[in-house]
């Protein structure tokens, strides 16, 4: 709230209370030394003309600041992850665990069972790796990649919260905003 402290020169000069003792200056270009904070709060009120949204200016800290940044970066790893998860690659047959190999070879006819012997057990070390081999080892390499980018940015937007909490680096944070 500021006060109108009257100058020698017939303009009001608006002054705040915490102004109490030290020497304000007109506009006209006069000094005068302001009152105690007893007679400042006897002079007249000077009218705020600014809008309410400007008169109350709600600012976030530092500390609030790097708390939402690394919630919100938090959240978006934890998102990107979930979506990537689903889209994990299936190994494909020829790459599937031997068990399920016997067991459908158990359960296909005799000329399946031929087939899948000259494609997969007959040729054996030599046969080298299949496309859909190459192709579920790529898409698998793609995945864990994903999620060790997902896993650091989600670990960096936890290191931004840490510091939120601790308030490490607010006074900084805050003069660069000036």
């Known amino acids: 709230m500021n006060y109108l402290l009257p100058c020698t020169c017939g303009q009001k000069i608006p002054i705040e209370p ?4 030290e020497t ?5 270009g006069l000094t005068q030394q302001a009152p105690t904070l007893r007679e400042i709060r006897q002079l007249p009120r000077a009218v705020d003309e600014s809008p309410p949204a400007a008169r ?3 600012a976030w800290g530092a500390r609030q600041r790097l708390l939402m940044a690394g919630t ?3 959240v978006i790893a934890v998102v990107l ?3 990537i998860a689903q889209l994990r690659p299936s190994a494909p047959y020829s790459v599937a665990k031997p068990e399920l190999m016997a ?3 158990r359960a296909s006819s005799l000329v399946d069972s031929v087939r899948f012997y000259h494609r997969y ?3 054996g070390l030599e046969r080298g790796i299949s496309p859909e081999e190459q192709d579920y080892a790529r898409k698998r390499e793609q995945f864990q990649i994903g999620m060790v980018v997902l896993g650091v940015l989600g670990a960096f937007g936890l290191a931004l919260m840490l510091l939120g909490i601790a308030g490490v680096g607010s006074r900084a944070l805050d003069l660069n905003r000036k």
């Open 72 to 74: 919100i970066v938090v």
């Open 121 to 123: 057990l007959e040729p």
């Open 24 to 28: 304000v200056q007109c506009p006209c």
């Open 81 to 83: 992850a979930l979506l």
């Open 18 to 21: 915490r102004r109490a003792g």
């Open 56 to 58: 109350r200016e709600v």
């Open 103 to 105: 067991a459908k070879v």
